[in-house]
């Protein structure tokens, strides 16, 4: 077989693989909107009392290619994104929240508020333990929305955070104070130290 005859062959082969892969998320991404379908809407953090919106949007986010690249790079397989996807609701109900600052990717856009970080410990159907990593975009005009999920090795996503709160401190001036939360744990600043601050 000439050589030119085994490059296309190869193309061929890759291509038909990614259709398969797009064709298997876009199939489960589906699957997971009639799965979610009947509790869309506000979600209720019990630590916190935060009340995240999950909406259509919402599952798009979670389950992008950029979300499943992340938790395919922490050992997971789609499958697994998608089993704790469909779990959004106890998840982010017992979630316990890690971190909280302003948009450290883009600090002038007026209308995001803050950006908090939850993580919550799952066990998948297989018996493999995970951190669910639960992203909330507040922003002034549509409040907190769940945003994303990423899945980790238990207990590295919340480590992750740890060195976060000194760059979130400097970007964070915009961030809410949230209640019933160690202050030790996030970001929190509040009108009076705003007012210290200058």
Do not use: C, W
């Amino acid at each position: 077989m000439k050589e030119k005859d085994k490059t296309n062959i190869k193309k061929s082969k890759d291509a038909q693989s990614n259709t398969v892969k797009k064709g298997y998320a876009s199939y489960k991404r589906s699957e997971l909107l009639t799965i979610l379908k009947p509790i869309l809407g506000k979600l209720v953090n019990i630590s916190t009392g935060i009340e995240a919106n999950l909406s259509k949007h919402s599952i798009d986010k979670m389950t992008s290619a950029k979300a499943l690249e992340k938790s395919k790079n922490n050992g997971f397989t789609l499958a697994e994104h998608f089993e704790l996807a469909a779990k959004i609701k106890p998840l982010y109900e017992s979630a316990v929240l890690i971190a909280a600052h302003g948009n450290l990717k883009n600090p002038d856009d007026p209308n995001v508020v803050s950006i908090k970080r939850f993580v919550s410990a799952a066990i998948l159907n297989s018996g493999k333990k995970a951190d669910v990593l639960i992203t909330v975009k507040e922003s002034i005009a549509n409040g907190h929305r769940i945003y994303s999920i990423e899945l980790d090795e238990i207990n590295k996503a919340s480590e992750r955070f740890q060195g976060l709160s000194d760059a979130a401190e400097k970007s964070a001036d915009r961030a809410t104070k949230t209640p019933h939360v160690d202050n030790s744990n996030i970001t929190q600043t509040s009108e009076k130290s705003r007012e210290e601050q200058k």
